[in-house]
């Protein structure tokens, strides 16, 4: 079957580091998705990983290893704002993405 | 540039009653469309997709349908709500532009069934 493993909740600091990863198996490969989840809102769109490496988009970065199915989103310099949830997301060879349950992001100051 | 609509908002039926939550697009021409349900703290769980006019695929069976009757017009409807479809409704689109394969959400519509 497939699925996408990431921990359910993590905790940092206000002008820390912190990474979120994910672990996936799929039926084919055609990218990886990170997406924000504010509460009780719609998750918008981070990032897109579809060869192996490190991609930099300000505070975020996003990382993958296609051999490993793994990712990680790095965010950097936390603020207030970026509690929410983070959610992976995968697309397989028939290009439908597969979810993640999403990681709860809690920053404390 | 691109949106998306979807209304309403929030929405509170009891069981039994029919549904209809609709979803436009704008600024877009021929996009994928996606109907999607999120349980509380859960991951997105995709319910319909459409890659064109009257084109419906279902990836889960239960009581909910779908229909496009327009290129930027997506519909989920159902004749009789059950307690299980509680839950936050998403909507998206994909463009067809190569490269680009991020989906774009709604703002969602909360639905309580009591």
């Known amino acids: 079957g497939q699925n996408i493993d990431q921990p359910t909740e993590m905790t940092a600091t206000e002008g820390a580091i912190v990474q979120i990863n994910c672990t996936y198996q799929?039926?084919?490969?055609?990218?990886l998705f990170w997406y924000q989840q504010h509460a009780g809102e719609a998750p918008t769109f981070l990032s897109y990983n579809v060869l192996d490496g490190l991609e930099e988009k300000g505070r975020f970065s996003s990382f993958l290893s296609r051999s490993k199915g793994y990712s990680y989103l790095l965010l950097k310099e936390l603020q207030m704002k970026d509690s929410a949830s983070y959610l992976c997301a995968v697309m397989d060879s028939n290009y439908q993405l597969i979810w993640g349950a999403g990681t709860k992001l809690i920053i404390k100051p | 540039s691109q949106t998306i609509h979807q209304w309403p908002a929030t929405l509170v039926q009891p069981v039994g009653s029919p549904l209809s939550l609709e979803c436009t697009v704008e600024?877009?021409?021929?996009?994928?469309l996606y109907w999607y349900r999120q349980a509380a703290g859960r991951g997105l769980q995709l319910l319909f997709y459409s890659v064109g006019i009257g084109q419906i695929s279902s990836e889960v069976p239960q009581n909910l349908s779908a229909s496009r009757p327009q290129d930027r017009q997506f519909i989920l409807s159902s004749k009789k709500l059950l307690l299980s479809d509680s839950g936050f409704y998403l909507c998206?689109?994909?463009?067809?532009?190569?490269?680009?394969?991020?989906?774009?959400f709604g703002p969602g519509t909360r639905l309580t069934v009591l």
């Open positions: 600024g877009t021409s021929n996009p994928n």
């Open positions: 998206a689109w994909q463009g067809r532009l190569a490269g680009g394969h991020e989906q774009f």
């Open positions: 799929t039926s084919g490969f055609n990218g």
